[in-house]
C-alpha cells in the first residue's frame, strides 16, 4: 500500500510539472520536476510571529511542501522562535529545507531571497506593517514589487 501512495504522489508531482509546463511555466515545471516546493516562512520578530509559524507549518504540513525559513530578526526572543520552529517542523513531519538571516528592509528581504525562484509554494509573514520595518521611504513605496514574487504573499494578522 504504501508503495502505491508514493507512486500516486510521484504521478501527481509529474502532471503538476506537465501542467505548468504547459502554460508556459517552464521555470516552475523544472522545479516541480526536481523536487518538492517550499513554504517560505518569513520571522520579523514581531507578536503574531507564532501565528505565522502555525500557519506556514500547516500549509507545509497539508501540500506535502517543505519550510524554509527566512529570520529578519535578531535577539534572544527571535533565536527562541526560530528554535521552536524547527522543533516543530520536527514534530510534525515537515522537512526544513534550510534557514537564512537577513537584515535591513524586511520587504527587499524577501524579494532579494525569492528573486529568480519558483520553488516557493508561498511567502508568509505577519501583517502589512511588519514588512514596511527598517525600509527608508523609498523602499516602503515598492508596492509593485510584489509582482515579481512569483507565488502567492499570505500576509498572517490577528484576528
Keep these: 500500500m504504501a508503495k502505491v501512495g508514493r507512486l500516486g504522489k510521484k504521478f501527481e508531482e509529474v502532471m503538476s510539472a506537465a501542467a505548468f509546463a504547459e502554460a508556459g511555466e517552464f ?28 500557519y506556514a507549518l500547516n500549509t507545509a504540513k497539508r501540500t ?26 520536527e514534530g510534525a513531519g515537515v522537512d526544513v529545507a ?5 537584515d535591513g528592509c524586511i520587504k527587499e528581504a524577501i524579494i532579494g531571497h525569492t528573486r529568480k525562484r519558483r520553488d ?22 515598492l508596492e509593485g514589487v510584489w509582482k ?11 484576528t
Design 64 to 89: 506535502d511542501a517543505a519550510l524554509e525559513v527566512l529570520a529578519a530578526a535578531q535577539g534572544p526572543r527571535a533565536k527562541r522562535l526560530l528554535e521552536d520552529c524547527v522543533l516543530k517542523a
Design 98 to 102: 534550510g534557514v537564512a538571516h537577513k
Design 120 to 141: 516557493f509554494l508561498c511567502v508568509v509573514v505577519e501583517s502589512t506593517g511588519a514588512l514596511n520595518f527598517e525600509c527608508s521611504q523609498e523602499e516602503k513605496k
Design 27 to 54: 521555470e516552475t515545471a523544472q522545479e516541480l520536476a526536481r523536487g518538492r516546493m517550499k513554504v517560505l516562512l518569513v520571522l520579523t520578530g514581531g507578536e503574531r510571529d507564532s501565528r505565522s509559524m502555525k
Design 148 to 158: 515579481k514574487l512569483g507565488c502567492p504573499l499570505v500576509l498572517v494578522s490577528e
